[in-house]
C-alpha cells in the first residue's frame, strides 16, 4: 500500500492550495481517510477526515469553515480543498489511511495504518 501526497507549495495568506492523496495496491472503499499537518516542534495534529462509506466529514476547529475534505469518483484518491490559508497553515501534510469507520478515534494517529510521505505547505504573510 502507497499513499502519495500531492499539490503542496508556497502562498501568501488568504490564498488556497488543494492537497491530493492517492492510493497506490489500494482502494479507499469503507476506509476512514485522515489529512494530518505537522510543524517543526510541533507534534502531528488531525484537520480533517472522513469515513468513504459515507458518513459526515470531520474537522479541526482551527481549519473548519476553510479546508473541505473530499473524495473523488475513483475510489483511490481522497482530497483536501485549503482556502483563507494562513501562516499558522504552513506545516507538513500527511494523508492516513485505516480500513474501518472513523468512529471517533479520527484524529488519533496511532490509530491509522498506512501513511504519506507528505507535502509541504508554506503560507506567508
Known amino acids: 500500500v502507497q499513499l502519495v501526497e500531492s499539490g503542496g507549495g508556497s502562498v501568501q495568506a488568504g490564498g488556497s492550495l488543494s492537497l491530493s492523496c492517492a492510493a497506490s495496491?489500494?482502494?479507499?472503499?469503507?476506509?476512514?481517510v485522515g489529512w494530518f499537518r505537522q510543524a517543526p516542534g510541533t507534534e502531528r495534529e488531525g484537520v480533517a477526515a472522513?469515513?468513504?462509506?459515507?458518513?459526515?466529514?470531520n474537522y479541526a476547529d482551527s481549519v473548519k469553515g476553510r479546508f473541505t475534505i473530499s473524495q473523488g469518483n475513483a475510489k483511490n484518491t481522497v482530497y483536501l480543498q485549503m482556502n483563507s490559508l494562513k501562516p499558522e497553515d504552513t506545516a507538513m501534510y500527511y494523508c492516513?489511511?485505516?480500513?474501518?469507520?472513523?468512529?471517533?478515534?479520527?484524529?488519533?494517529?496511532?490509530?491509522?495504518?498506512?501513511w504519506g510521505q507528505g507535502t509541504q505547505v508554506t503560507v506567508s504573510s
Open positions: 472522513i469515513y468513504t462509506g459515507g458518513d459526515s466529514p
Open positions: 492516513a489511511a485505516q480500513p474501518r469507520w472513523c468512529g471517533n478515534w479520527y484524529f488519533l494517529s496511532t490509530s491509522y495504518n498506512y
Open positions: 495496491g489500494y482502494t479507499f472503499n469503507k476506509n476512514c
